[in-house]
C-alpha cells in the first residue's frame, strides 16, 4: 500500500487511512465542508504530535470560512506545505508530526506542517539517571508521554492499545510495543493479566507491576 496511489472518493481514502492506522486510537479525522461547492474535506492527524492551536487557528479556520476552490492556492496560514500522492508519503507524515488534507474529487493531498510538542517540559529522570543516553523523563500525562515515544519510533508497528483499571478510580492504560517484534503470546497474557485486575483504583506504576507479576519472557516461544 506504500506505492499506492490516493483515491478521488474521499470516503474511499478515509477508511484506507483508518485502516492503515488501525492500531493508532490516538488518530483524529476531521471532515468538514469548505468552499461555496461546500467541497467535502478530511485533516487526519495524531493528536499526540500537533499543535492543536495551530490546527485550529491556521487550518480549520481560514479553510471553513474561505471561498476556496481547487485551483486556487490553499488559503491556510501555517508554515510549510507540501503535496502527497502516495499513502506511503501520507504516513510518513502523519507519524512525523504533521497532518494531511484531503479533498473529495482530488488524487493528491496537502502535507500541513502542524508538529506540536508536549505541554510541560520534559525532565531528567531523577531514580533512573543515564550518563551517556538521552535524559527525558515522562510526564503526568499519557497523550503527551505516548507523543514522546512517537517521536522516537516514527513507525506504523508502533502499536497502542488503550485498556481501563480500577472498579472506581477507572485508571487509563495505554500499552504499546512494535508489533512486528512483540511476542503474541507474551502479549495476550500481558492483557489477560490487566483485564484480570479487580480493586478499586491503581494508583502507581509500582502497584501495576505488582498486580500484574509477568511471568519470565524466556518462557514463551514466539
Known sequence: MEDDVLDSALSQNTENLQLLFSQAPDLVIRRFPIGPSKTEAALMYLSGLTDKDAIHNYVLKPLMHSSFDSNKELPVTIGKI????????IENAILGGDSVLLLNGQITGYQLDTKGWPQRQLTIPQNEISLKGANQGFVETGSQNIALIRRYIPHQELILKEMTVGIRGKTKLSLLYLGDVASKEVLRELETRIQNI???AVINTGELIEFIKIIPIHRFRK
Request: proline fraction near 0%; glycine fraction near 10%; charged fraction near 20%.
Open 82 to 89: 507540501e503535496m502527497v500522492y502516495t499513502w506511503g508519503q
Open 198 to 200: 479487580t480493586v478499586d
